[in-house]
């Protein structure tokens, strides 16, 4: 990872997430912070409570350097306020953050927030199954019309954002889940700005950022507005919570993304933002380990007689999706997807043969998983969508975690062998 000096005070990125955003003193003296379990706090004076609803509500700005009192734990509290502050460093570029109690709190929360019925979202597909379900069951029911794209085509990208009437936000997801198609992000924000603002505020760029950020794409830095996450993945890292983040280039976006959370609930609660924080500083350990196993695993079972196709970024062969990686990714990531040579049998057998690997869904924990899109998370999609997006019965897609790699290959290798 490059570290630039670009965080607040001069601090690199795993200094900051350290250093910055908590302060023992408002914790009696603790070195890490307490959990504040409250759903409601007591006011210094009736003075002080009005002041809070004022200043929660937008009526009133807070003054530089002001002590807010804080109200109730849906609207705010001390544990979602220092994990916001301690994440906004180690997201490039990003001006301020808000913490959601799932990945899908955050982009349904960004989604809702910014779009209007009668206006339209472009948007990449493959699309991660739950967000694939709220475009066609509630987003297009509610008045908003979504027009696809097929990830990594970048001039359709381009035209659509050009054409498309009402634009009002433009959802990327790079790269794309199970076979890693990336798409350019600068490319997109730049036909953003070419079309302009027309009568109504500029469409946003939003990507999320879950599969290669906060350590090794920064879209933020690359002209997009918004990064979502689910931090259930790589964020957390241990496959033990569900927690979703939304970050902001301007930080006037990030006031009505906090009005719509207390409106909807959706506030990550206090126990879950301390296990959250708690993880943030080995982020850059934990995907730089995962990174380096995967690739030493994925460029070795690329040669295996039983692969017939292996998915992942130092693996690509077409000019562009090589352009787009050495741009946008400092390294490829943990997650690969392979074709195997046999079909869905050779794939089922796979899976039922690992030892060590487990069959789940998700990705970014200690533990490698290993699962088979088609007949799960992909299972929703049409056939049709099916093919654009490659996702065939023969494909197992894999997320490498921890372990020593040589293990995690041996046990790939045997379950292939055993086909
Ligand atoms: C898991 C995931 C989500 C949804 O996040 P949850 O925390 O499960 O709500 C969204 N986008 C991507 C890319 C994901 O992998």
Same mark, same amino acid.
């Given at each position: 990872?490059?570290?630039?000096?670009?965080?607040?005070?001069?601090?690199?990125?795993?200094?900051?997430?350290?250093?910055?955003?908590?302060?023992?003193?408002? $914790?009696?003296?603790?070195?890490?912070?307490?959990?504040?379990?409250?759903?409601?706090? /007591?006011?210094?004076?009736? +003075?002080?409570?009005?002041?809070?609803?004022?200043?929660?509500?937008?009526?009133?700005?807070?003054?530089?350097?002001?002590?807010?009192?804080?109200?109730?734990?849906?609207?705010?509290?001390?544990?979602?306020?220092?994990?916001?502050?301690?994440?906004?460093?180690?997201?490039?570029?990003?001006?301020?953050?808000?913490?959601?109690? &799932?990945?899908?709190?955050?982009?349904?929360?960004?989604?809702?927030?910014?779009?209007?019925? @009668? %206006?339209?979202?472009?948007?990449?597909?493959?699309?991660? *199954?739950?967000? %694939? =379900?709220?475009?066609?069951?509630?987003?297009?029911?509610?008045?908003?019309?979504?027009?696809?794209?097929?990830?990594?085509?970048?001039?359709?990208?381009?035209?659509?954002?050009?054409?498309?009437?009402?634009?009002?936000?433009?959802?990327?997801?790079?790269?794309?889940?199970?076979?890693?198609?990336?798409?350019?992000?600068?490319?997109? #924000?730049?036909?953003?700005?070419?079309?302009?603002?027309?009568? *109504?505020?500029?469409?946003?760029?939003? /990507?999320?950022?879950?599969?290669?950020?906060?350590?090794? %794409?920064?879209?933020?830095?690359?002209?997009?507005?918004? /990064?979502?996450? $689910?931090?259930?993945?790589?964020?957390? *890292?241990?496959?033990?919570?569900?927690?979703?983040?939304?970050?902001?280039?301007?930080?006037?976006?990030?006031?009505?993304?906090?009005?719509?959370?207390?409106?909807? @609930?959706?506030?990550?609660?206090?126990?879950? =933002?301390?296990?959250?924080?708690?993880?943030?500083?080995?982020?850059?350990?934990?995907?730089?380990?995962?990174?380096?196993?995967?690739?030493?695993?994925? +460029?070795?079972?690329?040669?295996?007689?039983?692969?017939?196709?292996?998915?992942?970024?130092?693996?690509?062969?077409?000019?562009?999706?090589?352009?787009?990686?050495?741009?946008? =990714?400092?390294?490829? @990531?943990?997650?690969? &997807?392979?074709?195997?040579?046999?079909?869905?049998?050779?794939?089922?057998?796979?899976?039922?043969?690992?030892?060590?690997?487990?069959?789940? /869904? $998700?990705?970014?924990?200690?533990?490698?998983?290993? =699962?088979?899109?088609?007949?799960?998370?992909?299972?929703?999609?049409?056939?049709?969508?099916?093919?654009?997006? @490659?996702?065939?019965?023969?494909?197992?897609?894999?997320?490498?975690?921890?372990?020593?790699?040589?293990?995690?290959?041996?046990?790939?290798?045997?379950?292939?062998? #055993?086909?």
């Amino acid at each position: 990872m490059s570290e630039r000096k670009e965080a607040s005070h001069g601090m690199r990125p795993t200094t900051a997430v350290i250093a910055k955003g908590f302060d023992p003193r408002l $914790s009696v003296g603790s070195a890490r912070p307490a959990v504040f379990r409250s759903s409601t706090y /007591v006011f210094s004076s009736p +003075e002080a409570a009005e002041r809070a609803f004022a200043i929660a509500s937008g009526r009133a700005k807070a003054r530089e350097g002001e002590q807010v009192e804080l109200i109730y734990a849906r609207i705010n509290h001390p544990n979602a306020e220092i994990l916001e502050e301690q994440i906004v460093p180690l997201e490039r570029g990003a001006q301020g953050a808000v913490v959601f109690n &799932s990945g899908m709190a955050a982009i349904v929360t960004a989604l809702t927030t910014f779009l209007r019925p @009668g %206006q339209s979202l472009v948007h990449t597909v493959p699309l991660y *199954g739950g967000t %694939q =379900c709220l475009t066609h069951e509630f987003l297009q029911p509610f008045g908003i019309s979504a027009v696809a794209v097929r990830a990594g085509d970048g001039a359709a990208l381009d035209a659509a954002i050009a054409a498309t009437p009402n634009l009002g936000a433009v959802f990327i997801e790079t790269p794309s889940n199970p076979t890693m198609v990336m798409t350019g992000i600068r490319r997109a #924000a730049d036909a953003v700005a070419r079309r302009g603002s027309g009568d *109504g505020p500029r469409a946003l760029v939003m /990507v999320d950022n879950t599969f290669l950020g906060p350590t090794f %794409q920064h879209p933020l830095m690359l002209g997009a507005d918004l /990064v979502v996450y $689910s931090a259930t993945k790589y964020l957390s *890292g241990f496959s033990d919570m569900l927690a979703g983040v939304v970050l902001a280039r301007d930080a006037a976006l990030i006031r009505p993304l906090r009005a719509s959370r207390v409106m909807f @609930g959706n506030i990550l609660q206090p126990d879950e =933002c301390w296990m959250l924080d708690g993880r943030l500083p080995t982020v850059a350990l934990r995907m730089n380990k995962q990174s380096k196993n995967a690739q030493r695993i994925a +460029e070795r079972l690329a040669k295996h007689t039983r692969v017939a196709k292996m998915h992942y970024p130092t693996l690509f062969e077409d000019p562009e999706q090589v352009r787009i990686r050495d741009v946008q =990714c400092d390294f490829p @990531g943990a997650v690969f &997807s392979m074709d195997l040579r046999g079909g869905r049998p050779a794939a089922f057998d796979f899976l039922r043969g690992l030892q060590l690997v487990r069959n789940a /869904v $998700s990705l970014g924990g200690v533990e490698t998983l290993a =699962c088979h899109p088609k007949t799960t998370t992909h299972s929703g999609l049409s056939d049709e969508e099916m093919e654009t997006a @490659g996702i065939t019965d023969s494909l197992v897609r894999v997320s490498v975690g921890i372990e020593d790699w040589r293990d995690v290959l041996a046990d790939f290798e045997q379950a292939l062998n #055993a086909i």
